[in-house]
């Protein structure tokens, strides 16, 4: 069925944050997967791939993506080109990067996969590849969402789903889904454009102005810090920022939503 590993880029391109986000344990069990990539293979929010592996939901032999998924090097990153195969005979292709997670601590807590479609191979001949066979949408069908690229959404659905992506990871799925209910609760009192379809935080635009950006950060870490504490949240926020698209941080600095106001809301 699948698996086979071939060469497909020169030169790797540069990596920004892609949309579909997945934080797996040590173990490699997913524990958290964003909106973006439940979209991208079709999955439903409530079929949320939680407790499985990636080659399991990719459908790839696990062999073909061991090493991808189980690097520990600290800072190493690497890629992967899927072609997923369609159940009507066409394909979609996803550009995977992943790269390990440590706690303030130095210690291992799991891997960050980013899954970004891609039209063609063009730049990513020398990546590895590996076809699989999944369930990716019918061709020529649309996502349910239509992302609006406006900056300020970006950046606060990228801090939301780390917040949850970490407290998956150290304190576990219920604590993940508290994260979603307080935010979820507070969105609805103050009439912010955020919602839960499943267990998924959705924004309802991405216009969003700064300040409600702001006030949405600011519940997710009270939140978090409460549960993680103060040096831990502060340590993952530091990390994600070494990963941002140069873009996106100055947007954010900008905007007034910069690493040292994410700093102050979580003390």
Same mark, same amino acid.
């Given at each position: 069925?699948?698996?086979?590993?071939?060469?497909?880029? &020169?030169?790797?391109?540069?990596?920004?944050?892609?949309? =579909?986000?997945?934080?797996?344990?040590?173990?490699?069990? @997913?524990?958290?997967?964003? %909106?973006?990539? *439940?979209?991208?293979?079709? @999955?439903?929010?409530?079929?949320?791939?939680?407790?499985?592996?990636? !080659?399991?939901? *990719?459908?790839?032999?696990?062999? !073909?993506?061991? #090493?991808?998924?189980?690097?520990? /090097?600290?800072?190493?990153?690497? /890629? $992967?080109?899927?072609?997923?195969?369609?159940?009507?005979?066409?394909?979609?292709?996803? $550009?995977?990067?992943?790269?390990?997670?440590?706690?303030?601590?130095?210690?291992?807590? =799991?891997?960050?996969?980013?899954?970004?479609?891609?039209?063609?191979?063009? =730049?990513?001949?020398?990546?590895?590849?590996?076809?699989?066979?999944?369930?990716? *949408?019918?061709?020529?069908?649309?996502?349910?969402?239509?992302?609006?690229?406006?900056?300020?959404?970006?950046?606060? #659905?990228?801090?939301?789903?780390?917040?949850?992506?970490?407290?998956?990871?150290?304190?576990?799925? %219920?604590?993940?889904?508290? $994260?979603?209910?307080?935010?979820? &609760?507070?969105?609805?009192?103050?009439?912010?454009?955020?919602?839960? &379809?499943?267990?998924?935080?959705?924004? /309802?635009?991405?216009?969003?102005?700064?300040?409600?950006?702001?006030?949405? @950060?600011? #519940?997710? *870490?009270?939140?978090?810090?409460?549960?993680?504490?103060?040096?831990?949240?502060?340590?993952?926020?530091?990390?994600?920022?070494?990963?941002?698209?140069?873009?996106?941080?100055?947007? !954010?600095?900008?905007?007034?939503?910069?690493?040292?106001?994410?700093?102050?809301?979580?003390?």
């Amino acid at each position: 069925m699948v698996g086979e590993e071939e060469s497909l880029s &020169d030169k790797a391109p540069p990596i920004a944050i892609p949309p =579909g986000m997945v934080y797996t344990d040590t173990d490699g069990k @997913i524990v958290y997967a964003n %909106r973006q990539f *439940l979209e991208m293979l079709a @999955i439903a929010s409530s079929d949320a791939p939680t407790g499985q592996t990636l !080659a399991g939901v *990719l459908h790839v032999e696990p062999t !073909a993506i061991h #090493e991808f998924v189980m690097t520990r /090097e600290r800072y190493a990153q690497r /890629e $992967l080109v899927v072609v997923y195969r369609r159940v009507d005979g066409t394909t979609a292709m996803f $550009l995977l990067t992943s790269s390990p997670s440590y706690d303030q601590r130095n210690k291992y807590v =799991g891997m960050n996969i980013g899954v970004e479609p891609r039209r063609d191979g063009q =730049g990513l001949e020398k990546v590895p590849l590996v076809t699989a066979v999944g369930y990716a *949408l019918p061709a020529g069908q649309k996502p349910a969402v239509t992302l609006d690229p406006g900056l300020n959404g970006q950046y606060l #659905e990228m801090i939301l789903n780390a917040l949850q992506g970490m407290l998956a990871r150290m304190a576990g799925p %219920r604590m993940r889904e508290g $994260l979603v209910k307080v935010v979820a &609760d507070n969105a609805s009192q103050h009439d912010w454009p955020l919602y839960v &379809d499943g267990d998924q935080l959705v924004l /309802e635009r991405y216009d969003i102005p700064a300040e409600t950006c702001a006030n949405l @950060i600011s #519940e997710a *870490l009270e939140y978090a810090v409460a549960v993680l504490g103060q040096r831990v949240v502060l340590y993952e926020i530091d990390e994600l920022y070494a990963q941002l698209d140069p873009r996106i941080q100055e947007y !954010a600095l900008q905007s007034g939503l910069s690493l040292p106001l994410i700093k102050r809301l979580a003390t």
